[in-house]
């Protein structure tokens, strides 16, 4: 691993969508991409190592639970209050609602290759 690569945790996201967007992130931003499939697991991941940017599914493809929650949970953390995070969500209410919780402006599944989401992601892991 290159000492200065940033490292993003996909938090919730199935098989196949975690897949696309580690590739995404790989490839483009030579991200390293750690998953996690709901809140204790974040944490342990947090425990084990920082993170310069958190995605997470609107709803958790393992129990279904709210990624509005995670978002909540993570701002709440004085350890992890500052770590930027995004919701990912085609919905324009829920990214409104997240932004509101304390994450950054994101993109849908159906955006990930698009220019806007690359240069929100360029924000938090460009060079």
Not at 81 to 100: K, R
């Amino acid at each position: 691993m290159v000492a200065d690569r940033k490292r993003v945790l996909d938090v919730g996201n199935c098989a196949l969508d975690h897949g696309a967007i580690r590739q995404l992130l790989e490839s483009r931003f030579q991200a390293e991409v750690r998953q996690a499939h709901d809140w204790e697991d974040a944490r342990r991941q947090f425990e084990q190592a920082s993170f310069d940017l958190v995605l997470v599914n609107r709803i958790l493809d393992r129990d279904g639970s709210q990624g509005l929650d995670v978002i909540r949970r993570l701002k709440a953390d004085q350890r992890l209050g500052n770590v930027p995070v995004m919701l990912i969500t085609n919905f324009e209410h829920h990214q409104q609602s997240a932004v509101a919780a304390g994450a950054a402006a994101s993109f849908g599944k159906r955006q990930l290759n698009d220019a806007g989401t690359l240069e929100a992601l360029e924000r938090y892991l460009g060079s």
